[in-house]
């Protein structure tokens, strides 16, 4: 069954540096989305992301972060200068096409350590 | 603003021992609710969701849920559980509204004890 798959599972990075998770949806989906749960709370929606733009982003999604689909199959997430409330578990998913009516695939998370 | 509340946050239950898990989500319109499985190191999957029709939905593994719109609740139940539905389970929502994100909540981490 295809998955999508995100790499690293696990990044440590030292406050202000930058960061680029890696997700690769599963490859007929059209909508790629990145969430994110900081410990002990919400998997709270950061964007997504259709036709090589963002379809819709969270007040979370702010100047420190982008998405790229830098080629066929890779999507990413940029953290341009990381701070220490950035640790969490990235949570990458797609879907065939967009709205509620379509299942959401997620895939393993990676777990981002700031310090 | 829509939210989506999940009150048990720690579940211990002994095998065989019946589950219900509690899901309130905050939307006056129409939504579609649905039911997400991480077990440990692995992938969120779906267990199961509602966009209409038979308010009591089954899904995979032996789960279902009901939508009681007057409550605005969605409640995850299995009769019996075994020592494998050991993971963390979380309720979700997406309002047909124009958006592409989906509401969860803050997750219900249950341990079955063998």
């Known amino acids: 069954e295809p998955e999508v798959t995100q790499t690293p599972s696990h990044q440590v990075t030292q406050m202000g540096q930058e960061v680029i998770l890696r997700c690769v949806p599963i490859?007929?989906?059209?909508?790629f989305y990145w969430y994110r749960q900081i410990l002990g709370q919400k998997v709270e929606f950061l964007v997504s992301?259709?036709?090589?733009?963002?379809?819709?982003k969270s007040e979370i999604f702010d100047d420190q972060f982008s998405v790229e689909r830098p080629d066929g199959s890779n999507f990413t997430l940029k953290i341009r200068s990381t701070k220490l409330e950035d640790s969490a578990m990235y949570f990458c998913?797609?879907?065939?096409?967009?709205?509620?009516?379509?299942?959401?695939?997620f895939g393993p998370g990676t777990r981002l350590t700031v310090t | 603003a829509q939210s989506v509340s999940q009150h048990n946050h720690h579940v211990i239950l002994s095998e065989a021992a019946s589950l219900e898990l509690g899901c309130n989500y905050s939307?006056?319109?129409?939504?579609?609710l649905f039911w997400y499985v991480q077990y440990p190191g692995q992938h969120l999957q779906l267990l199961l969701k509602?966009?209409?029709?038979?308010?009591l939905v089954k899904g995979i593994k032996g789960f279902e849920a009901e939508f009681i719109k007057s409550k605005f609740s969605f409640n995850l139940r299995k009769p019996s559980v075994q020592w494998s539905d050991t993971a963390e389970y979380f309720c979700?929502?997406?309002?047909?509204?124009?958006?592409?994100?989906?509401?969860f909540g803050t997750g219900t981490r249950l341990k079955v004890l063998a």
């Open positions: 998913a797609s879907s065939e096409a967009g709205g509620g009516s379509y299942e959401q695939y």
């Open positions: 490859s007929n989906h059209l909508y």
């Open positions: 509602y966009f209409s029709g038979d308010p």
């Open positions: 939307y006056g319109g129409t939504v579609n």
């Open positions: 992301f259709y036709n090589n733009e963002i379809s819709e």
């Open positions: 979700a929502a997406w309002a047909t509204s124009g958006t592409y994100k989906y509401i």
